[in-house]
């Protein structure tokens, strides 16, 4: 994982890298992915650096997900796309790739062939409960 000094989120929000940037104002910046996922996808980077979104402030994560919102509804009124995806990932483990806090506006078109798949899983009521308790007791 990138540290701030070497982060290319930072980079692209002081200006030191260009970028095909579609919003930005003193907090966000929000800019198309270079590698989409789908035309049109869009990174909401918050300038100042945080590792991931569960170390990102609340206001922060507010505000990047307002942007997120606007260039969605951007997305669909001016690309045609027929959905959108909205996520961030928070870890290697989840495909964290930039340690940055950011979000994926991904818009989506009929037959675009991408697939984010969600294998339901099977678990014992048990388990449930201990899973909820757990879940619980970190809030």
Known sequence: MNNKESCIFCKIANGTIPCYKVYEDNDIIAFLDVAPASRGH??????????????????????AFEVAQII???????????????????????????????????????????KLAFPPKKLEDREMLLLQDSIKKGM
């Open 42 to 63: 869009t990174l909401v980077v918050p300038k100042e650096h945080f590792a991931d979104m569960a170390h990102a402030p609340k206001d922060i994560i507010d505000k």
């Open 72 to 114: 969605a509804q951007a997305q669909i009124s001016q690309l045609g796309a027929t959905g959108v995806n909205v996520l961030s990932n928070i870890g290697k483990s989840a495909g964290q790739s930039v340690s940055h806090f950011h979000i994926h506006v991904i818009p989506r078109y009929d037959d675009d062939g991408l």
